[in-house]
């Protein structure tokens, strides 16, 4: 267990839906990071927030929004959901703001279906 | 930008031999190179990782090794196990806005054990 916690594990929803991703970091964590892996694809960096400010941004696409609240835990929000979108969405966590050598530590993932 | 080459994409090797996974960099600014093990379906987990000011560290049945000068690294695991199966990214840490760093991923090597 890596201490990042995300919900829900499943989601199945149809395409022009908005769905609404949740992620809890490991306690002391200020750094959270989301991840989009498709199937059988790497890993393609979305977007890292610091203690609840925005510090990168990846390729993520302007449906998609992404916050981090004053008590740590943060939602990526995914809306106007197309087939492509369909994809295993992963929270990390660290303890810093990405300094060198701040180990990230995964969640066990949401898998979204779109239909 | 930074960019991370992970060679080769798909790792086949006799159960006992030895595998080797390579990544390139390109940004000589990178301090921080850790390998993550992904097993279908599950999380990325760190598995061992180098910083700059060190050539070669190793785990057990595990190693990685950095040659700053050509800027790459490799992963080297020896007596390969079964268990040895998954998806491992090489990732490289380097500098982004402010004093953040940010992980650069390779695009991954499926290591495949043979009974």
């Known amino acids: 267990d890596s201490g990042v916690t995300q919900t829900p594990k499943h989601l199945i929803t149809a395409t022009g839906q908005r769905v609404t991703l949740r992620c809890s970091p490991r306690s002391g964590d200020l750094s959270v990071y989301w991840y989009q892996q498709s199937l059988d694809q790497g890993l393609q960096f979305l977007i890292q927030y610091y203690n609840g400010e925005e510090r990168a941004k990846g390729n993520i696409l302007e449906r998609f929004s992404a916050q981090q609240f004053p008590d740590l835990h943060s939602e990526l929000n995914l809306s106007s959901l197309e087939l492509g979108d369909s994809a295993l969405y992963f929270c990390?966590?660290?303890?810093?703001?990405?300094?060198?050598?701040?180990?990230?530590?995964f969640g066990e993932g949401s898998w979204l279906t779109v239909v | 930008g930074e960019n991370v080459e992970q060679h080769p994409s798909t790792l086949s090797v006799q159960e006992g031999d030895s595998a080797v996974i390579k990544c390139t960099y390109s940004d000589s600014a990178s301090n921080y190179f850790p390998w993550y093990k992904q097993e279908l379906g599950k999380r990325p987990q760190l598995i061992i990782d180098?910083?700059?000011n060190v050539g070669e560290k190793k785990d057990q049945r595990i190693a990685v090794t950095l040659n700053k000068t050509a800027k790459h690294f490799s992963l080297h695991i020896t007596e390969t196990q079964p268990e040895d199966s998954a998806v491992y990214f090489c990732a490289a840490s380097r500098p982004g806005r402010g004093s953040n760093y940010q992980l650069i991923w390779g695009a991954g090597t499926k290591l495949i054990i043979k009974p």
């Open positions: 180098i910083r700059s």
């Open positions: 990390a966590s660290s303890a810093g703001q990405g300094l060198a050598g701040n180990t990230i530590y």
